[in-house]
């Protein structure tokens, strides 16, 4: 599975369509890594207006996919595992993260966003680290004072077309383990973490690193 991580809720918003017209294109970028490239049935499981607004949801309908916004019920592993993705922010109740972290391990995905405002800064990144430090990710427990729009340079597939999102005052991001290759912060701002993703790395492709170090230290030995 697959996870994206931002660290403010109003890029997706409709005031953030508006003020970064790039959000539209970067709201496609997103669903189409998820699902390589077809179409996919989404949950947005809260009620925070950075992921229930109209521009969205025209979004996804307009590029084929199905969009949901709903918090009935619980979000455990059984309603997650209806869909290729769930987004969320700015909603905690009835959410099992040990389910979601499994959903994630099982081939779901996930499109997290902080800065909501909802319980401050120390309980949103309490909160969603439980989830995310699982994956060497982590929010930081205040709130980065970043406001307007920030231009992107990365060339990451889900940045593809995009030259500037909006944010609003959000949760950094840290990767806790920069050796990693499959988690990664990809644009920051004086230090401060804007947008992160989580993807492991194929087994042929650890398989490949393996043999490769391997043979070496085998030429290693063979040269002593």
Known sequence: ???????????????????????DRFARNVASWFTG?????????????GLTGGSLANTMSNAGHTWTVSVAGTLDLALMQSYDAVFLGGYYTNIVVSDLIQYVQNGGNVYLTAGTGVGGAVFEASFWNSFLNAFGLD???????IIGNIAINSPHPIFAGVSQLYQNNGNSIADLQPLDPDNEVL???NNDGLY??????????????????????LRRRKKN
Do not use: C, H, R
Not at 1 to 23: C, F, H, M, Q, R
Not at 139 to 145: L, V
Not at 196 to 217: C, D, H, K, N, R
């Open 37 to 49: 490239g077809g179409s996919g049935n989404f949950l947005a499981y809260t009620n925070n207006f």
């Open 196 to 217: 992160a993703v989580y993807v492991p790395e194929p087994a042929s492709m650890v398989a490949l690193g393996t043999g490769l170090v391997s043979l070496l230290a």
């Open 139 to 145: 929010y930081a427990p205040q709130y980065n004072g």
């Open 187 to 189: 644009v920051s701002l």
């Open 1 to 23: 599975g697959k996870i994206v991580v931002t660290n403010d809720e109003w890029t997706l918003s409709d005031s953030g369509y508006s003020a970064a017209p790039d959000a």
